[in-house]
């Protein structure tokens, strides 16, 4: 592995190539196939038990919709200046509506998003409540989705429309939270790009041959079926998921142990380890995982090697953990905490 004064003196020789590729991003054209969820905060305050029964009453204070599941995905692409097309599911109803308007916002191409008249957009509604003078906390998560498979003509139109773009981007994501939307179908078209990135939870060897997974620790240790609980199973589980998967690189994010990225080099296979960039200021990790594939993929597509792509997709994720919720950031925000890392 990559060792701390050797990683640090990597990072500041490289700090003039990272910021020239962050500013690339904008030209950067992504499809991503994806899982599309909203995810819903209500707040409110406590203000008594129910007579009807032991629950609490909250007096409603704001309703926050934000892109979740591979909708979080698209949004932190745009968000961070990629030009982003996407292909999905959504229902036909108010949180479909949402999460169209809020990619409109955005300026997100969503062509490829098919309204499916008979189950639900994936919603997941976070309530959350606060006595006078207290913290809020999440207290019920309330979540609306349908276990069925798409109807085969929705997935040919996802497939369809997904080969007829391919010509057009110069990537595609898989962003897989296992709501349905990459069959195999789907999954075959996406795998027919050149620069394939995938973000699955599971069954990974459905993908195999794409340029490269982004699992976290866990999900490496169920694809490979034991503990890294060390430098030593560590890399050899990067190894049995580089066979496994038949990919070029493996990414495994770990929190705050940072991130470790095998690949098949040159007859061989090659490993790093980048630090965790933020180890103390973590108010929510929710989303941190679409961050690094936001920024490994932009960085990919500017033209950045593997190393690069992984520094600046970890620099990305130490930044929306700061934040509250399914976050996402800007070039502007990576800029700052780069001149930051680099003091």
């Not at 060390?230 to 994010?253: F, K, M």
């Amino acid at each position: 592995m990559t060792e701390p004064n050797s990683f640090s003196q990597q990072l500041a020789s490289s700090a003039q190539r990272l910021f020239q590729l962050i500013d690339s991003f904008s030209s950067a054209k992504i499809l991503v196939i994806g899982d599309l969820t909203l995810d819903e905060f209500l707040t409110g305050e406590v203000e008594r038990i129910s007579r009807e029964a032991p629950v609490l009453i909250l007096r409603h204070e704001k309703t926050e919709q934000i892109p979740g599941g591979g909708a979080n995905a698209v949004y932190n692409l745009a968000k961070l200046g990629g030009q982003v097309k996407v292909a999905g599911i959504i229902g036909k109803d108010i949180p479909g509506e949402a999460l169209l308007n809020i990619f409109a916002a955005a300026r997100i191409d969503t062509r490829g998003i098919i309204i499916a008249p008979n189950q639900p957009t994936v919603t997941k509604t976070r309530i959350a409540a606060h006595a006078r003078q207290s913290v809020t906390q999440q207290i019920v998560r309330v979540d609306r989705k349908s276990d069925e498979v798409p109807d085969l003509d929705i997935q040919q139109s996802l497939e369809s429309y997904i080969r007829s773009e391919l010509a057009t981007v110069d990537a595609v994501v898989c962003s897989d939270y296992g709501d349905g939307v990459l069959t195999e179908q789907t999954i075959r078209a996406g795998l027919s790009h050149h620069r394939i990135v995938v973000d699955a939870q599971k069954d990974l060897q459905r993908y195999t041959g794409a340029t490269i997974f982004t699992p976290n620790l866990p999900e490496a240790e169920q694809a490979v079926g034991y503990s890294m609980k060390d430098n030593e199973s560590l890399l050899q589980g990067g190894r049995d998921l580089l066979q496994l998967t038949q990919a070029q690189h493996i990414l495994i994010t770990r929190g705050e142990e940072g991130m470790s990225l095998f690949s098949h080099e040159s007859g061989s296979i090659q490993h790093s380890h980048i630090p965790a960039f933020n180890r103390t200021i973590v108010f929510d990790v929710t989303g941190a995982g679409d961050a690094v594939v936001a920024g490994l993929t932009l960085s990919l597509c500017a033209g950045a090697s593997f190393w690069e792509a992984t520094v600046l997709g970890n620099l990305a994720a130490s930044i929306v953990v700061r934040k509250f919720g399914t976050a996402t950031t800007t070039k502007e925000e990576m800029k700052e905490a780069l001149q930051t890392l680099l003091k």
